[in-house]
């Protein structure tokens, strides 16, 4: 059996008092995108199994509808995850109780699948995360993650391991870019990995980080019962940020669109250039107020995201200042539909409900 003690409760029971989960975001868990046909996100998920399958034939199983809530034990304590790793916060991480959460990335499945005997695997999933918001930042997004074990023979050489790894994702990278892209490898930092590695490609004169990749930690391994003369690597990466730029995507709110005329432009197997069919005006609404000891960045976001849902495009710190041991704080929200014009009338209602729910649920003193 593949799942955990976590088993999906999402649908089925009440949410536990101390969870930080808005039903907004539990709604979330609902949609699956990655699962849509003819779906941007369904398009280079499959692209992506494809060359896999095609560089390593009948090795890899593929997983993409594995629950979304697991245990802190998967998502953190067997990845060596430290205690104070900011990961762990509830300010950062959406917390059922205080042992199962949204699983934060897709990496979270490794262990357990590594214990169920599995030792090549893709999986593909939405993963949750309380962030800012702007453009290219949205609360839920998707992951592809990856791991490959080697036997005893070939993991007496790290080296081959390596570039095992760094061959089958620069492939893969041509594959997806449909070109002979320029690559570069840095060096990159994860509890899970060592050594670690990320991918960037050069798109349009500018370096973009697409991937996050290593060889799996010893600790790990062990957390996945895998033999003691076994290694093997990992990578794990985003789909949305890869999507905006191969599909020409300009708001990661797209994604979640129920518009016709954003859904019937992308055809499963084909990586094709969004048309924008309009764009409509943006109008902005200042807040300021004096922070409380309740208060904290994420949960304005997420406030602010929860009663203004998509309609909300950016929300900016422009200003701080102290007096007396009081911090204030001026946000600029910028407002902007992805599907049609917003009056006035109606943003200054959403504004009123922001201002009231952040005076109540956050205590903080409006000016
Ligand atoms: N889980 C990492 C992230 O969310 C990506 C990763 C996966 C890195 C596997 C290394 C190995 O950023």
Do not use: G, M, V
């Given at each position: 059996c593949l799942s955990s003690e976590a088993v999906v409760r999402l649908n089925t029971s009440e949410l536990p008092?101390?969870?930080?989960?808005p039903p907004s975001i539990l709604e979330k868990t609902k949609e699956k995108l990655h699962l849509l046909p003819n779906h941007p996100l369904h398009i280079l998920k499959t692209l992506i199994e494809k060359s896999i399958e095609e560089m390593h034939p009948r090795e890899f199983s593929f997983y993409d509808?594995?629950?979304?809530l697991v245990s802190t034990k998967d998502c953190f304590d067997d990845l060596l995850v430290?205690?104070?790793?900011?990961?762990?916060r509830y300010t950062d991480t959406y917390y059922w109780d205080e042992k199962h959460v949204l699983r934060t990335h897709m990496t979270a499945h490794d262990t357990t699948l590594l214990r169920a005997g599995k030792r090549a695997f893709l999986l593909t999933g939405d993963v949750y995360r309380r962030d800012s918001i702007d453009k290219?930042?949205?609360?839920v997004f998707h992951q592809v993650d990856a791991v490959r074990i080697f036997d005893r023979n070939t993991s007496q050489n790290e080296d081959k391991i390596i570039a095992d790894l760094k061959s089958t994702l620069e492939k893969l990278a041509k594959n997806l870019f449909q070109s002979d892209m320029e690559i570069r490898w840095v060096d990159g930092e994860f509890p899970?990995?060592?050594?670690s590695f990320e991918m960037e490609v050069l798109w349009n004169g500018s370096w973009l980080e697409l991937l996050g990749c290593g060889l799996l930690k010893r600790g790990v391994l062990d957390a996945g019962q895998v033999d003691k003369d076994s290694k093997g690597w990992a990578f794990g990466l985003g789909l949305e940020r890869l999507a905006m730029v191969l599909f020409d995507i300009p708001d990661i709110r797209l994604f979640w669109s129920k518009d016709e005329r954003f859904l019937r432009q992308f055809r499963d197997g084909e990586i094709t250039k969004f048309k924008p069919y309009s764009k409509y005006p943006s109008c902005y609404k200042d807040i300021t107020f004096w922070l409380s000891e309740k208060f904290h960045e994420n949960a304005f976001y997420e406030l602010v995201r929860s009663i203004a849902g998509d309609t909300v495009e950016q929300v900016t710190l422009l200003d701080e200042f102290h007096r007396n041991n009081k911090t204030s704080h001026c946000y600029r929200i910028v407002y902007r539909s992805m599907d049609r014009s917003l009056t006035n009338d109606e943003v200054d209602e959403i504004q009123d409900k922001i201002r009231e729910e952040v005076a109540r649920r956050l205590q903080v003193t409006l000016r």
């Open positions: 008092a101390t969870s930080n989960i509808d594995l629950p979304q430290e205690l104070n790793h900011p990961s762990r290219s930042h949205y609360p899970f990995t060592y050594p």
